[in-house]
């Protein structure tokens, strides 16, 4: 998703959990293009630096969520976001938890709280919406590379 949010320029938006005692974010993804990358105690992370980004002149938002603790800060994160009129999609294959059992629970719970809960490659293909724009090859190609990976997380994760 962040290869992806570069060549379709979404604006990424990170948080980190009390980094200084739970650590940072993982030095394998490469978050140089993110817009505002905040720490935070808070579980969720609407959190008036992240919602500065949002002016409600600009309307609703769609808003993708990917994350650890599924159960935790992404739904809560996503319930905040929802109470805040944004859309919001969750993506199945791009949330985690360190007690996997969480992740159906929370994304059913997410799907009745309005929460659209879906994969990244449906996620993609739904934000081109055609395969004539200049950037789908470059998806395509992404999505390619990436299958393995995202159906051994799907299928690791998602067990509903």
């Known amino acids: 998703m962040i ?10 938006y990170a948080t980190t959990q009390l980094r200084d005692k739970l650590g940072g974010t993982c030095s394998e993804l490469s978050l140089d ?7 935070k105690s808070a579980f969720s992370m609407w959190v008036p630096d992240i919602q500065k980004h949002f002016k409600p002149e600009d309307g609703p938002h769609e808003v ?5 603790e599924s159960h935790i800060c992404v739904t809560q994160t996503a319930i ?21 059992q969480e992740v159906p629970i ?23 919406g055609d395969a004539g724009i200049s950037e789908f090859r470059q998806i395509s190609a992404l ?3 990436t299958k393995s990976s995202t159906k051994s997380a ?7």
Not at 33 to 39: A, Q, T
Not at 154 to 160: Q, V, Y
């Open 33 to 39: 293009n993110v817009v505002e990358y905040v720490d």
């Open 80 to 100: 905040d976001l929802l109470a805040s009129g944004h859309k919001v999609y969750v993506l199945a294959d791009g949330v985690s938890s360190c007690n996997p």
């Open 143 to 145: 999505v390619k590379d």
């Open 106 to 128: 929370a994304l059913d719970r997410l799907r009745k709280e309005g929460a659209v809960v879906t994969t990244s490659e449906s996620f993609l293909f739904e934000c081109m």
């Open 64 to 68: 993708v969520i990917v994350g650890i």
């Open 154 to 160: 799907l299928e690791t994760l998602c067990k509903i």
């Open 3 to 12: 290869k992806a949010s570069q060549i379709l320029n979404i604006p990424i």
